[in-house]
């Protein structure tokens, strides 16, 4: 199961984070593609995820108009089956400051759901309890399953899987 390179939405692309980019990320460097703030703490973490071609790790989340990248999406890894056998992975995604609200991670998260969707692998995320906008863009999302908190003490919620059109 692989997810393309490039997940294209309305207004925003969400590419794969190559090797030399995480290494970049990982060293303090810049691109001068990236929004000032861009990365955040969070975005090098997800650097440090990179292995080598896996479609299922982090991405840039770049504005299409003009090409400024501003925050990070991706799976925490490749499908595993959960309890129920059906085969679930993890995301996360955040934004330079200056980004939020105004839906740019619903339609991120949206993006990369809906390819998940195409391949029949549910998802899942994590969120702390106090993160208001985050836990409104899952649920604008779908994530209507709440599965209790993890060991940081984060909610843990999962979106149903999707039927795949005439499947």
């Given amino acids: 199961m692989t997810l393309p390179q ?3 939405t309305e207004r925003l692309t969400l590419d794969l984070f190559t090797t030399d980019e995480a290494a970049l990320m990982l060293a303090g460097g810049r691109d001068p593609r990236w929004h000032p703030d861009y990365p955040r703490r969070d975005d090098r973490d ?3 995820m990179v292995k080598g071609d896996d479609s299922w790790g982090p991405r ?3 504005r299409t108009f003009d090409g400024l990248v501003f925050g990070s999406i991706g799976f925490f890894g490749p499908p595993t089956a959960a309890p129920d056998d059906v085969p679930e992975v993890e995301i996360g995604y955040g934004l330079v400051s200056d980004a939020r609200g105004r839906g740019v991670a619903t339609e991120a998260v949206r993006g990369l759901l809906a390819q998940a969707d195409a391949l ?3 998802v899942r995320a994590s969120v702390l309890p106090d ?4 836990i409104r863009v899952l649920a604008k999302c779908g994530f209507t399953e709440l599965r209790g908190a993890n060991e940081d003490g984060e909610l843990v919620m999962a979106r149903p899987l999707r039927p795949s ?3």
Wanted: no cysteine; hydrophobic share 40%.
């Fill in 6 to 8: 490039s997940v294209p």
């Fill in 46 to 48: 997800a650097a440090s």
């Fill in 60 to 62: 840039h989340i770049t």
């Fill in 120 to 122: 029949g692998v549910r």
């Fill in 131 to 134: 993160n208001a906008a985050s």
């Fill in 165 to 167: 059109i005439g499947g």
